[in-house]
């Protein structure tokens, strides 16, 4: 029997205990990261969450003992070699309009940091990454989410594939959309996060360059002291039930695939990401 699935099975028991009224006690820090937030029962796409299932799930963590701080802290944290146990951060990808609508009144309400991944050339715009998923949030509407506490970081400006797109590309990429957030937002933007979960050394190279200080990927798993700050990995949110979600935050970072790869993408320019995450 392998050490991953031996460690799976200890997560499984944990999560048995949790959902039993016992405490989350295992080690390293979870990211719980969103994107399309809604009200539509009809939509049933990958990652749609509703506002109310978003509360449920953010409320069971803080029951468990998880206690959420601002992405900004946590990854501060992480370069500095600290103790992560016991936390979490909340993040939405893409920055659609149902963080602005949606998420942003429950976040407030429950006193929880959160951080929005924002796509900087296309605000206001429907996304061409995602058909069929709600519109960017606007300028304005990315300033309101600002005013009410939340951060913005960086997920390039249009959402590029970056190991698809020339060097020159990628700095324009990665560098534009930190000028344009900062220039939007009057704050400080160091984070990013690769849309699509894509990236290569080259693209790592890159964002190291345009001055971020973390970047997360697509990968589903625990962060732990000792990682590598630009390939941290998050914990993917969907529908998932009360005993699901008390699983995967019960699993050790043992548990979950190797998420400290070099690239995040196919030899053959397809797309090679660990989900893991249902």
């Not at 050394?201 to 964002?207: N, S």
Request: a negative charge; hydrophobic letters at 40%; proline letters at 5%.
């Amino acid at each position: 029997m392998s050490a991953n699935l031996l460690a799976r099975m200890a997560g499984a028991a944990r999560s048995l205990r949790l959902t039993a009224g016992g405490e989350c006690r295992v080690p390293g820090a979870v990211v719980f990261a969103y994107h399309d937030i809604g009200s539509d029962p009809a939509n049933r796409t990958d990652y749609y969450v509703s506002a109310d299932t978003m509360r449920r799930q953010l409320t069971s963590a803080a029951e468990w003992g998880i206690r959420f701080i601002d992405l900004a802290e946590l990854s501060r944290m992480v370069i500095a070699g600290e103790c992560l146990d016991g936390l979490a951060a909340v993040v939405f990808d893409d920055s659609l309009v149902g963080v602005h609508h949606d998420a942003m009144p429950v976040l407030v309400d429950l006193g929880i940091p959160a951080t929005v991944f924002t796509v900087s050339a296309a605000l206001g715009q429907a996304p061409p990454w995602w058909p069929g998923a709600a519109r960017v949030m606007t300028r304005g509407e990315v300033q309101e989410v600002v005013a009410a506490g939340i951060r913005v970081a960086s997920h390039t400006r249009t959402h590029a594939s970056l190991p698809n797109i020339t060097r020159d590309a990628i700095t324009s990429e990665v560098t534009g959309a930190r000028s344009e957030l900062e220039d939007l937002t009057q704050s400080r933007v160091d984070l990013f996060a690769y849309p699509f979960g894509h990236y290569d050394p080259r693209v790592v190279d890159e964002v190291k360059e345009a001055g971020y200080i973390c970047a997360y990927t697509f990968l589903n798993g625990r962060i732990t002291p000792g990682l590598d700050e630009f390939r941290l990995p998050r914990l993917n949110m969907w529908n998932q039930s009360r005993t699901r979600l008390a699983y995967h935050l019960s699993r050790s970072a043992a548990s979950w695939p190797d998420h400290q790869l070099p690239h995040a993408y196919g030899d053959r320019g397809e797309p090679n990401l660990q989900r893991d995450g249902r």
